[in-house]
């Protein structure tokens, strides 16, 4: 009996991740979008500065911050909530623009860049130090929507990051990686990375909701609901860090693990 009920709760989470990616995610046959608002604007990064819900119900108690980007092109941007506030940071005249979709708004990054490095156009969205989005052991969802092209692609593309993998920081990371485009959610003590990375591209022209659950001992990455790579991690990996929320890229150096397409509904939910 105990086997069938454990059974039986599997296929219910199973079809649990389906419905949460089905129903979260704007349809592209919702209403046009209003007119377009004019594209995001910032000055140059100071460098001395410091859509589907998560697969699952979260549990109570739960923390979470989500981004729409359906508030044109005020800064700064601000969540569903408005207390996590991300600003613009650029270099080398990178700029983001709002691009209509299914009714709302998505972010558009600029376009792969393949000159010199430092050359090339960065911009992220970046948070201030929260201490909120630090998970510890906590269960951690986070995610986001994608939409790339195999023009889009590179060695490093990063959607969302908290923290980095070296240096004895911590991190929990989301990136679609390789020429092939391929996505994978990334997780990191202070001396070890453990990646859950999918064998499929995502980088085909059409929207895809990316998501990341790290529980227990298990970290997960689910594409459109499907479960698609899933690794081991140590249930005593703890991930804290006094580094800000950061979307479109690591940061505005050169060699910044640029990301290029379009990004839609964020979000970071711990418990």
């Given at each position: 009996?105990?086997?069938?009920?454990?059974?039986?709760?599997?296929?219910?989470?199973?079809?649990?991740?389906?419905?949460?990616?089905?129903?979260?995610?704007?349809?592209?046959s919702?209403?046009?979008?209003?007119?377009?608002?004019?594209?995001?604007?910032?000055?140059?990064?100071?460098?001395?500065?410091?859509?589907?819900?998560?697969?699952?119900?979260a549990?109570?108690?739960?923390?979470?911050?989500?981004?729409?980007?359906?508030?044109?092109?005020?800064?700064?941007?601000?969540?569903?909530?408005?207390?996590?506030?991300?600003r613009?940071?650029t270099?080398?005249?990178?700029?983001?623009?709002?691009?209509?979709?299914?009714?709302?708004?998505?972010?558009q990054?600029?376009?792969?860049?393949?000159?010199?490095?430092?050359?090339?156009?960065?911009?992220?969205?970046?948070?201030?130090?929260?201490?909120?989005?630090?998970?510890?052991?906590?269960?951690?969802?986070?995610?986001?929507?994608?939409?790339?092209?195999?023009?889009?692609?590179?060695?490093?593309?990063?959607?969302l990051?908290?923290?980095?993998?070296?240096g004895?920081?911590?991190?929990?990371?989301?990136?679609?990686?390789?020429?092939?485009?391929?996505?994978?959610?990334?997780?990191?003590?202070?001396?070890?990375?453990?990646?859950?990375?999918?064998?499929?591209?995502?980088?085909?022209?059409?929207?895809?909701?990316?998501?990341?659950?790290?529980?227990?001992?298990?970290l997960?990455?689910?594409?459109?609901?499907?479960?698609?790579a899933s690794r081991?991690?140590?249930?005593?990996?703890?991930?804290?860090?006094?580094?800000?929320?950061r979307?479109?890229?690591?940061?505005?150096?050169?060699?910044?693990?640029?990301y290029?397409?379009?990004?839609?509904?964020?979000?970071?939910?711990?418990?």
């Amino acid at each position: 009996m105990r086997a069938l009920a454990v059974l039986t709760a599997a296929v219910a989470f199973a079809a649990g991740l389906a419905l949460a990616g089905q129903a979260a995610f704007r349809q592209s046959s919702a209403a046009p979008a209003p007119a377009a608002p004019s594209p995001i604007a910032s000055p140059s990064a100071d460098p001395s500065s410091p859509e589907a819900p998560a697969p699952g119900q979260a549990a109570a108690g739960s923390y979470s911050v989500r981004y729409f980007f359906d508030g044109g092109a005020r800064q700064p941007v601000l969540d569903s909530t408005s207390a996590h506030p991300l600003r613009v940071l650029t270099a080398q005249g990178g700029a983001i623009r709002h691009v209509p979709r299914a009714g709302g708004w998505a972010l558009q990054f600029p376009p792969r860049c393949r000159v010199a490095a430092s050359t090339c156009p960065r911009v992220i969205l970046q948070g201030s130090r929260d201490d909120s989005l630090n998970p510890y052991t906590r269960p951690l969802r986070y995610g986001a929507a994608v939409l790339m092209t195999r023009n889009d692609t590179a060695s490093g593309a990063n959607v969302l990051q908290k923290g980095y993998s070296v240096g004895g920081a911590s991190q929990y990371k989301l990136q679609v990686d390789h020429l092939a485009g391929k996505p994978s959610c990334v997780v990191a003590s202070r001396t070890t990375i453990y990646r859950a990375e999918s064998r499929y591209t995502v980088a085909d022209g059409r929207w895809h909701a990316l998501a990341c659950t790290r529980i227990g001992n298990r970290l997960t990455l689910y594409v459109d609901g499907a479960q698609r790579a899933s690794r081991y991690v140590p249930t005593t990996l703890s991930i804290a860090n006094t580094e800000p929320l950061r979307i479109g890229g690591k940061g505005t150096a050169p060699n910044n693990d640029q990301y290029a397409g379009q990004i839609d509904n964020v979000y970071v939910t711990i418990g």
